[in-house]
């Protein structure tokens, strides 16, 4: 008992060692001066050698340059008396602070995305910023910097906005006060903020809360939580356990969004911007839906299963992981195929909205001479940008194929679900997966022709096998029909019946 209590007592102040190292960063964003324009203040705490303050180059899960630097303008240092301190601007995301020691709060505007033009590296809305009179849309990394050494310090976010506004985000608050753990967890953290509506439920263990600005009030969270509760309750069938205790969807309705919409994950919530509607049609609905379930399956990768690229992530220089084909096909896979495998879409549903589009659009809309691979390494790039769409489609198909070929080899006792929830056993926050090795490390979990296919298909660019494999469970693929054949051999009815259900676990 008294050794335990030496090693705790040690283990603490070790702890409070090194967090007493890492000066805490405050941070003030204002948001009542002007539309369009965020006002920042941060208080570093004492500085010692760190000189050198970083804007993103880019944000974990986006896959695209943004450069956040371009946004940025009046960036000021002082001291204790108010006396500014030389600052020189290094490059399009570094400032260099001459006498950081001196350092006592440094100052600067920063230009909303939403209505800032940029020429080139468009900033997507879901990563971007906005403020407006009613509502301001909150990416940490689109306004937020931090110190070269001081990644992982403390940082807490006091938000001034407008009276009356409603604060949605997975942060934790204390007294008006929002904590993030260090850099990383507040840019994984977006805040939305104004005339919100709000609502909330709980799946199993985990409470499900969701904020929603519509900017003429037509879409409320109560409805979007009815739209979504049997997504929320098929998904936690397909993982069983929910790796999450609170998750927090974020949703940004405007009737423009730039011409853009779309969504990005984060590890307790994910964030919405997309058009307006009446919301009233079952595509509208299953529109909002489907994409709630492909952010909210993110949950399970990147944002669990990752690469040390992901873990340790650099926002200096763009870094591609080759494992996009698992963060963004097999989560695109997954959050598909679970809604079928719960009834919520009949095979029909399934095999002709899914999968048959996942096969033109391969085919038709992206250059399929790109392999996976290529998708992932060129994606910080202009070419790379224009094809990155693909993952979502043939990353989808590749996510397909390997499912089926596993159920072929483990003769129906293994597909790439329970690959997924061995694989969250296995890794997971803190204990990521090789970069270098997860193609062999794969093969060694489940069969050695694994590795033939990663090499055919993901790193190579063999054509897709599609008629070939939907035939072993007993799915045709002709023209533009995908269906169940009228005859199988037992053999493929036996596969078919296992395909379509989650496996025992
Ligand atoms: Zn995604």
Same mark, same amino acid.
């Given at each position: 008992?008294?050794?335990?209590?030496?090693?705790?007592?040690?283990?603490?102040?070790?702890?409070?060692?090194?967090?007493?190292?890492?000066?805490?960063?405050?941070?003030?964003?204002?948001? !009542?001066?002007?539309?369009?324009?965020?006002?920042?203040?941060?208080?570093? &705490? @004492? =500085?010692?050698? $760190? *000189? #050198?303050?970083?804007?993103?180059?880019?944000?974990?899960?986006?896959?695209?340059?943004?450069?956040?630097?371009?946004?940025?303008?009046?960036?000021?240092?002082?001291?204790?008396?108010?006396?500014?301190?030389?600052?020189?601007?290094?490059?399009?995301?570094?400032?260099?602070?001459?006498?950081?020691?001196?350092?006592?709060?440094?100052?600067?505007?920063?230009?909303?995305?939403?209505?800032?033009?940029?020429?080139?590296?468009?900033?997507?809305?879901?990563?971007?910023?906005?403020?407006?009179?009613?509502?301001?849309?909150?990416?940490?990394?689109?306004?937020?910097?931090?110190?070269?050494?001081?990644?992982?310090?403390?940082?807490?976010?006091?938000?001034?906005?407008?009276?009356?506004?409603?604060?949605?985000?997975?942060?934790?608050?204390?007294?008006?006060?929002?904590?993030? !753990?260090?850099?990383?967890?507040?840019?994984?953290?977006?805040?939305?903020? &104004? @005339? =919100?509506?709000? $609502? *909330? #439920?709980?799946?199993?263990?985990?409470?499900?809360?969701?904020?929603?600005?519509?900017?003429?009030?037509?879409?409320?969270?109560?409805?979007?939580?009815?739209?979504?509760?049997?997504?929320?309750?098929?998904?936690?069938?397909?993982?069983?356990?929910?790796?999450?205790?609170?998750?927090?969807?974020?949703?940004?309705?405007?009737?423009?969004?730039?011409?853009?919409?779309?969504?990005?994950?984060?590890?307790?919530?994910?964030?919405?911007?997309?058009?307006?509607?009446?919301?009233?049609?079952?595509?509208?609905?299953?529109?909002?839906?489907?994409?709630?379930?492909?952010?909210?399956?993110?949950?399970?990768?990147?944002?669990?299963?990752?690469?040390?690229?992901?873990?340790?992530?650099?926002?200096?220089?763009?870094?591609?992981?080759?494992?996009?084909?698992?963060?963004?096909?097999?989560?695109?896979?997954?959050?598909?195929?679970?809604?079928?495998?719960? &009834?919520? =879409?009949?095979?029909?549903?399934?095999?002709?909205?899914?999968?048959?589009?996942?096969?033109?659009?391969?085919?038709?809309?992206?250059?399929?001479?790109?392999?996976?691979?290529?998708?992932?390494?060129?994606?910080?790039?202009?070419?790379?940008?224009?094809?990155?769409?693909?993952?979502?489609?043939?990353?989808?198909?590749?996510?397909?194929?390997?499912?089926?070929?596993?159920?072929?080899?483990?003769?129906?006792?293994?597909?790439?679900?329970?690959?997924?929830?061995?694989?969250?056993?296995?890794?997971?926050?803190?204990?990521?997966?090789?970069?270098?090795?997860?193609?062999?490390?794969?093969?060694?979990?489940?069969?050695?022709?694994?590795?033939?296919?990663?090499?055919?298909?993901?790193?190579?660019?063999?054509?897709?096998?599609?008629?070939?494999?939907?035939?072993?469970?007993?799915?045709?693929?002709?023209?533009?029909?995908?269906?169940?054949?009228?005859?199988?051999?037992?053999?493929?009815?036996?596969?078919?019946?296992?395909?379509?259900?989650?496996?025992?676990?």
């Amino acid at each position: 008992m008294r050794k335990l209590s030496l090693i705790a007592v040690f283990l603490y102040a070790a702890t409070s060692l090194i967090a007493q190292k890492l000066p805490e960063m405050r941070y003030t964003i204002d948001m !009542t001066q002007s539309t369009d324009t965020f006002n920042i203040t941060l208080y570093p &705490g @004492k =500085l010692k050698e $760190a *000189s #050198t303050f970083q804007f993103a180059s880019t944000a974990p899960g986006t896959y695209q340059t943004m450069n956040i630097g371009r946004l940025i303008s009046d960036f000021e240092a002082f001291d204790k008396k108010g006396k500014a301190l030389e600052v020189e601007k290094l490059s399009v995301n570094q400032y260099k602070i001459s006498d950081p020691r001196k350092v006592h709060k440094l100052t600067y505007k920063v230009a909303e995305t939403f209505d800032t033009p940029l020429s080139e590296y468009p900033i997507y809305p879901m990563a971007g910023s906005s403020l407006e009179e009613d509502h301001a849309l909150i990416n940490v990394h689109t306004m937020l910097g931090y110190f070269h050494g001081l990644q992982k310090s403390p940082l807490t976010l006091t938000l001034k906005g407008r009276d009356g506004w409603e604060v949605g985000t997975a942060l934790s608050e204390d007294k008006g006060v929002y904590k993030a !753990t260090d850099y990383d967890h507040a840019v994984d953290s977006p805040i939305l903020l &104004g @005339k =919100l509506t709000r $609502a *909330s #439920t709980r799946i199993a263990d985990t409470e499900v809360v969701i904020y929603t600005y519509s900017q003429n009030d037509k879409i409320s969270s109560d409805r979007l939580l009815e739209s979504m509760s049997s997504m929320l309750q098929a998904t936690r069938d397909f993982l069983i356990d929910l790796p999450v205790d609170r998750y927090t969807f974020l949703y940004h309705f405007a009737t423009d969004t730039r011409g853009a919409t779309g969504a990005w994950e984060h590890s307790y919530s994910s964030e919405y911007t997309l058009i307006e509607n009446d919301f009233n049609t079952p595509q509208q609905v299953q529109a909002v839906t489907d994409i709630a379930s492909h952010e909210f399956f993110h949950i399970v990768t990147p944002l669990n299963i990752h690469s040390e690229i992901v873990e340790e992530f650099n926002f200096v220089k763009p870094t591609p992981s080759v494992h996009l084909w698992l963060y963004e096909g097999v989560t695109e896979w997954a959050s598909n195929i679970l809604l079928y495998r719960a &009834g919520e =879409l009949t095979l029909d549903e399934y095999l002709m909205g899914s999968v048959r589009q996942k096969i033109l659009v391969n085919q038709q809309v992206f250059n399929s001479d790109w392999s996976l691979r290529k998708l992932a390494e060129e994606s910080f790039t202009t070419e790379g940008s224009r094809q990155y769409g693909n993952i979502y489609f043939k990353g989808s198909l590749i996510g397909n194929l390997l499912d089926i070929r596993l159920l072929e080899l483990s003769d129906g006792k293994m597909g790439l679900r329970e690959l997924l929830l061995d694989l969250i056993e296995k890794y997971g926050k803190g204990k990521p997966v090789s970069e270098a090795t997860f193609f062999d490390d794969l093969a060694a979990m489940t069969y050695p022709e694994i590795r033939q296919f990663f090499d055919d298909y993901v790193l190579d660019n063999k054509e897709l096998p599609l008629s070939e494999y939907f035939a072993k469970v007993g799915i045709q693929i002709e023209g533009t029909l995908v269906k169940k054949m009228e005859e199988m051999s037992p053999a493929q009815e036996r596969l078919f019946e296992i395909w379509s259900k989650n496996l025992e676990r």
